[in-house]
């Protein structure tokens, strides 16, 4: 059993930075994928960035290409999202979830987990950032 706790979202201004940090209070997250999804008020969830459980490759969605860092702290159980230049539009509730990869191979490709796919998800720590 895994279970995962989001912190480090805050009200900052626009411009400026933010680090989010996903633990598992319970379990660990070794060798497994952790991803970033953000949901902004009255839209749909997206991906922000996802690392891999087997080499810590890491993926982007096209929300925060860019301005964003993705890193695992396995000492400190933790999987971090570092986000710069932030901007009112980044403004939502950030959710970490884990599941054994950041991909799926269906009909014969690889394509992103999509939200529903991943097991393991936090409570969701909110961003806002003001103009």
Known sequence: QL???ESGGALVQYGGSLR???VA???TLEKRAVVWWRQAP???RERVSCISGADDSTYSGDSMKGRHT???DSAKNTVYLQMNSLKPEDTGVYYCAAD???HLY?????????????????????????S
């Open 70 to 72: 993705i890193s695992r």
């Open 100 to 102: 054994s990869s950041c």
């Open 3 to 5: 279970q995962l706790e």
């Open 20 to 22: 989010l940090a996903c």
């Open 25 to 27: 209070s319970q379990g």
């Open 106 to 130: 269906v009909a014969g490709e690889y394509r992103p987990r999509t939200a529903e796919e991943y097991t393991y998800w936090g409570q969701g720590t909110q961003v806002t950032v003001s």
């Open 42 to 44: 009255g839209k749909e």
